[in-house]
């Protein structure tokens, strides 16, 4: 009886077959997430609803788009800027989105220094990356502003042509950069924290972690991947198109 109880608890025990197998096997947590941090799943977790959300969002603008009956204003002439005398169509557009990719560069070396425990240069490159946010995030303002007061675009209209131009432009760059904001924040905090050495000391805060890991680190940076890459589906479906 002793010895089958020893080889319970050190030798795996295979799954059942069909759906039971596929039930035991996430709900125990022992294969599916093995070594898994909760705090990297919870992340997988949550980017996957935002993920429905933003396919969401998309999907009304293109259905919107194609069933309109009033004329769609053309986006290359809506967000071009006037520079030196001659209009440059999405100039402004591709110079955040430079900025924002460049920004998930220096967020996956800030990982990469953090798991070798290099203080200095992941807090140096965390501050880099939360400096391109927020220079992302004033530029869209900037593209705010110059629609509102120049253009007279509207959430609840449009005077260039269709009127769901301006309430499907407002809600998806306004969600997506409120998600930049939120991550420019977060960004700073964990690099106060890794400056100061909460993650090498498991100092009590928020956002501390385990002692000596810097898995904060790698989890803020699958976020800001994420909020990289919906970009680039924002940028090719409403600006592009």
Known sequence: MTQSTQASTTQTLPLAEGLRGIVADWSSDQR???KVPWGKAMMWIFLLSDTFIFSCFLISYMTVRISTTDPWPNPSEV?????????IPLILIAIMTFIL???????????????EKNRKLTFIL???????GA???GMQAFEWTKLIMDEGIRPWGNPLGAAQF??????????????VSIGVIFLIIVAIKVLRGDLDHQRPGFLTGRKGNYEIVEIMGLYWHFVDLVWVFIFAVFYLW
Request: proline share 0%.
């Open 126 to 132: 965390l501050l880099i990356t939360a400096a391109l």
């Open 101 to 115: 990719i460049s920004s998930s560069g220096t967020m996956a070396m800030a990982v990469k220094f953090g798991y």
């Open 32 to 34: 599916a997430f093995k």
């Open 166 to 179: 301006g309430s499907t432009f407002f809600m998806i760059t306004g969600f997506h950069g409120t998600h």
């Open 79 to 87: 967000f071009a800027l006037t520079v030196g005398g001659h209009k």
């Open 135 to 137: 220079t992302f995030v």
